[in-house]
């Protein structure tokens, strides 16, 4: 069953960058430069939802495209 996911970008001893969401990790874009994309464990796409309503655009774009990074 495939399953929205939330990814990080982080890198070594930096802060983390971008916010992606995906329904795999194959289906993200390129990381920055030193960075890599980390999956954020115990993440919930419904209670993600429920906390800020202005992500469901941005699900939707994920379900479509298969991935969607959030503005920051």
Not at 10 to 24: C, D, E, F, I, V
Not at 33 to 42: H, I
């Amino acid at each position: 069953m495939n399953r929205l996911q939330k990814f990080v970008e982080q890198g070594a001893g930096q802060k983390p960058g971008r916010t992606a969401y995906a329904l795999s990790a194959s289906a993200l874009p390129e990381p920055g430069r030193g960075l890599d994309w980390r999956p954020v464990s115990g993440f919930s796409a419904a209670d993600a939802a429920l906390k800020e309503p202005g992500l469901k655009s941005v699900f939707e774009e994920a379900i479509k495209r298969g991935y969607a990074v959030e503005p920051r």
